[in-house]
Nanobody, 121 residues
């Protein structure tokens, strides 16, 4: 199967920047979608950004222009560059992919363990 490990969270002041990383491992056959979700206290998990295998990106309106998703397909790794951070960005961030392993030969959704991002005012 596929395992996702993420890193890069931490504490930052409003207006600052952070970069999150996510690395997928296992017997990966194909990854169709890579992206990031987040869950703030008292709220449901929400989409931050995704990118398809074909390169089509999608961003939540709340982060558009401030966050950028990038990837290194050869390393099965993707990143979230977060600039101009606001207190309302405070959340647990989860990396995500829709992928097929060589063993299962079927696409499933996979999630990282989550990393805390806290933006102080």
């Amino acid at each position: 199967q596929v395992q996702l490990v993420e890193s890069g969270g931490g504490l930052v002041q409003a207006g600052g920047s952070l970069r999150l990383s996510c690395a997928a491992s296992g017997s990966i056959f194909s990854i169709s979608i890579m992206g990031w979700y987040r869950q703030a206290p008292g709220k449901q998990r929400e989409l931050v950004t995704t990118i398809t295998n074909g390169g089509s990106t999608n961003y939540a309106d709340s982060v558009k222009g401030r966050f950028t998703l990038s990837r290194d397909n050869a390393k099965n790794t993707w990143y979230l560059q977060m600039n101009s951070l606001k207190p309302e960005d405070t959340a647990v961030y989860y990396c995500y992919c829709n992928a097929a392993s060589r063993l299962l030969a079927k696409f499933y959704n996979y999630w990282g363990q989550g990393t805390q991002v806290t933006v102080s005012s």
